[in-house]
């Protein structure tokens, strides 16, 4: 005798499995992702900030070669030098700006150029700058200056401390490491900023001016006077200087941080990269000091 058995549609045989189709790579939308991303990125920099790579010993003590920063690019407002390529033509003015405070550190792209210089904002629009036995005079009235006094920076890959630069400040320390001995000098600002300058006795820097700085106009020095190529000198060959003061259209933004600080000692071998980096430097804020009123 036979039963009806009701199937568990459970049990029921399953139709054999078709492989799912490929899906094929839309192209149009990955490239379209990839443009959008570098748009972002352009759009940062350009508007909100990007990095900066130290490539002399211009601002020394202060800032080293091989330190990384933090430049803001919306403190001064907008100009045609403010788009990461530098490749719109010269429009005066700038948009939302307003001009640096005293003693700021800034990027700058010289006039006819396409290289960023980074620079410390000295003078200011009409008054009258001059430099005297590496003196700077504003309005006839000399910048405060500490006594010398010195800093050993170790010596890098980065760091050289060459004798025909440095003479005498190379030396060895007590732990056996080579250091660089510079004497600096602390300068004061009528605003009360302040900041060390390398002091390294007399050169043709030295003495400059007197100049009236012009409306909309910076004077820009580095710290380390006697290495700098900055307002002091012309914009030609060999000098390769700012050619006096600056229109502030050509202020590209404003230092804010060091980020990481590469000393050069490494190599592609990962057990060298520890070397790679100097330690401390991270997170030091570029902003001067500020005695108290």
Not at 21 to 44: H, S
Not at 181 to 186: A, W
Not at 241 to 264: C, D, M, Q
Request: glycine residues 12%; charged residues 20%; hydrophobic residues 35%.
């Amino acid at each position: 005798m036979s039963e009806d058995v009701a199937l568990d549609p459970a049990h029921e045989p399953a139709e054999t499995a078709r492989p799912a189709p490929a899906r094929r790579t839309d192209w149009w939308a990955e490239i379209r992702g990839i443009v959008w991303l570098v748009l972002a990125v352009l759009g940062f920099h350009t508007f909100i900030a990007k990095p900066f790579y130290i490539p002399s010993e211009s601002m020394l003590p202060g800032l080293e070669i091989g330190d990384q920063l933090v430049v803001s690019k919306f403190p001064y407002g907008w100009s045609f030098i403010s788009p990461t390529f530098h490749l719109l033509p010269f429009i005066h003015g700038r948009l939302f700006g307003r001009l640096p405070e005293r003693g700021d550190v800034v990027i700058v792209t010289p006039p006819g150029t396409e290289t960023d210089y980074i620079k410390r904002v000295i003078g200011l629009p009409g008054e009258t700058l001059q430099v005297r036995g590496g003196v700077v005079f504003i309005n006839g009235v000399a910048l405060q200056r500490g006594p010398i006094h010195y800093a050993r920076i170790p010596v890098d890959t980065n760091t050289k401390c060459s004798d025909d630069v440095y003479p005498g400040a190379l030396e060895t320390g007590a732990d056996g490491k080579a250091y660089c001995r510079l004497p600096l000098v602390t300068e004061t600002l009528p605003n009360g900023r302040h900041y060390d300058t390398v002091e390294l006795g007399y050169s043709r820097g030295d003495d400059y001016g007197p100049v009236k700085i012009p409306a909309n106009h910076v004077f820009l020095m580095g710290d380390n006077r006697d290495r700098s190529s900055d307002s002091r000198f012309p914009l030609a060959a060999p000098d390769l200087g700012l050619g006096g003061p600056v229109p502030w259209e050509y202020l590209g933004g404003r230092a804010e941080f060091i980020t990481f600080s590469k000393s050069g000692d490494g190599t592609w071998n990962p057990l060298t990269w520890g070397q790679s980096f100097r330690a401390g430097r991270a997170g030091t804020s570029l902003h001067p000091a500020r005695n108290p009123q």
